[in-house]
């Protein structure tokens, strides 16, 4: 191929590169009421009923570490990831389809343990397996996971639907699965400096953030809450990126601008201490540490106190603004970041 | 790990390691109508609704080989083999999701050359590509596709259908897709064998089996013609395996024997031609050769000339008998094979 014809794909980015496939989608259906670029995709079955679906691809050694992750984690792991994007659509998922490519050196046994790791998670979001084909691999273990969740066509939350005066809200705390992240690399450094001594990590005093990391459980409660309630968020997603990531996405697809007070941002004492020990800002940690799985989401003002009847696991941190203001961090000491939107 | 606790995969065999995860499978639903096991899944949406849920994963060096195989011929295959499970089950594609998984040495242009293959694929079999994630890679291209599709419940036809005294049928010609492989592997060598040279593959007089490897086309026109005659076969599965293999399925799915008569069995002139210049035996390319895509299915007999007055590109290889006869392949010269079912 010819020089100037080989652009990297580093030199425009991987959400450049989505761009580009976002005119390559084929048939343009009009039972599909949303494709790419929410938490999962709508598609209309039958009288107001739909199913969002949604799929990811993990490798060892990006986007998993076998060497810190035990099996049965990593199962439970990958599940609670794709059941996380249907319930950001507000929906209820039903189904889990799992396939795995699987190289030598792994055992009958250690597929088991992911697979009852699978299994557990699917007990605890009362969805079914599927779908379960395993093959050969040369090198690394390839793990690819489908959801397909229901809903009544007008209970769906998308990003879009955020409005100027909504409340900003996120569940739980963030930040801790970075921190629980940066904990395991630092016992792995350890171990490989010592190694073929007798090397223990001490995670015990660590383990909620390594709990967080290892073991997210997605936000159903907060999902059952609404539909107890009757309260519908007016766009909701789910946090995987870091929520300053999520807010500009957002922002950018319901095209308005968001204020957030940093300060009322909830991180855990023990995300605190380990940032601490690290010596690194702790607000990097809960603006832009991924894979909390807590839920970002906006409300019009009054279902504030309704919500808190039932569920009070979620904080506010801000509103949404005009546009212009794109995305405003307000850090309570007289400054403001200003963020573009995506 | 304990060595005794360290057992293969290799030792047990993949359909082993699955059935092992069929007892792992979560929560047992009662809207999933068929679960691991099928062509696609089946859950039940709404009043008779169905969905049909399929997904694979493809990974560079494992199943397919970028040495002779263009990105966008790729893009294509790929939708088509997702499409075609949902077509096994006489129901319609709706979406199909895509993800990619992209080492550094690939360019933009290479990608927007496999998303044109997948866009031309999904606009030939009317679906809206409606996900599509791209990450980075260590090492290999790592591609994951879902296809979603629906169906009325009463229209889906399942592997178990089958009953004694039906007729087998088969789509198409078999075995080509296997001749163009071993065609594209043969040039491969050569290739190799003679690099630094201005060698050229000659490709042009095995144009039809090195296309039947390449841009495999589903078979829409068979599930059309039933949609259109109300003809509903009573099982069917897509030959992506080898013919025996399908059959051994069938037939255990079923809890029927079969009997083949393998002079039927439909193999193109171009296909006969590879299997005699590379001196091997073209039944077992028809017999256990993958990917042709081709349909298998179960006909009450008095449906097979009523099919015939829309649709007349399959042939009747066989015909269900009661289980004890298994997979019994009658080779018209006074012998019997008999293979166990699985």
């Not at 810190?68 to 059941?83: E, M």
């Not at 629980?180 to 190694?195: N, Q």
């Not at 204020?259 to 809960?286: C, G, H, L, W």
């Not at 005009?322 to 403001?336: A, P, V, W």
Request: net charge negative.
């Amino acid at each position: 191929m010819d020089e100037k014809n080989f652009k990297t794909i580093q030199e425009i980015g991987f959400s450049k590169l989505i761009e580009k496939f976002e005119s390559k989608t084929g048939k343009k259906r009009t039972d599909i009421l949303t494709g790419i670029g929410d938490d999962a995709s709508v598609a209309r079955i039958e009288n107001g009923k739909v199913v969002c679906t949604t799929s990811e691809i993990y490798l060892e050694g990006v986007h998993f570490d076998l060497t810190y992750t035990p099996f049965h984690h990593l199962g439970y792991k990958i599940v609670t990831a794709a059941v996380s994007d249907i319930y950001a659509m507000n929906a209820e998922p039903q189904q889990v389809l799992i396939n795995l490519a699987i190289p030598n050196r792994y055992s009958v046994q250690m597929m088991e343990e992911l697979y009852k790791g699978i299994d557990a998670a699917a007990k605890d979001y009362n969805v079914q397996i599927t779908g379960g084909d395993s093959t050969a691999s040369h090198q690394i273990l390839a793990i690819s996971v489908v959801c397909v969740g229901t809903a009544a066509e007008e209970d769906i939350v998308y990003r879009n639907g955020a409005k100027k005066d909504d409340v900003v809200c996120v569940t739980g705390d963030l930040g801790a699965a970075l921190a629980g992240l940066r904990v395991l690399l630092r016992e792995k450094k350890a171990w490989e400096e010592t190694e073929g001594t007798s090397f223990q990590p001490d995670l015990e005093k660590y383990e909620y953030v390594v709990q967080r990391q290892l073991v997210p459980v997605a936000r159903y409660d907060l999902i059952n809450s609404f539909s107890e309630l009757k309260i519908q968020p007016t766009s909701m997603i789910d946090i995987t990126q870091g929520v300053v990531n999520e807010l500009q996405f957002l922002g950018k697809r319901s095209n308005v601008g968001i204020e957030i007070f940093s300060p009322a941002i909830p991180i855990s004492f023990e995300t605190r201490n380990i940032a601490d020990e690290m010596q690194e800002d702790v607000d990097k940690y809960a603006f832009y540490g991924g894979e909390d799985f807590e839920m970002l989401f906006t409300l019009a003002e009054e279902n504030v106190e309704k919500l808190k009847t039932e569920f009070d696991d979620f904080t506010v941190i801000g509103k949404i603004e005009s546009k212009e203001k794109q995305l405003s961090i307000n850090t309570g000491e007289d400054r403001t970041i200003k963020i573009d939107l995506f």
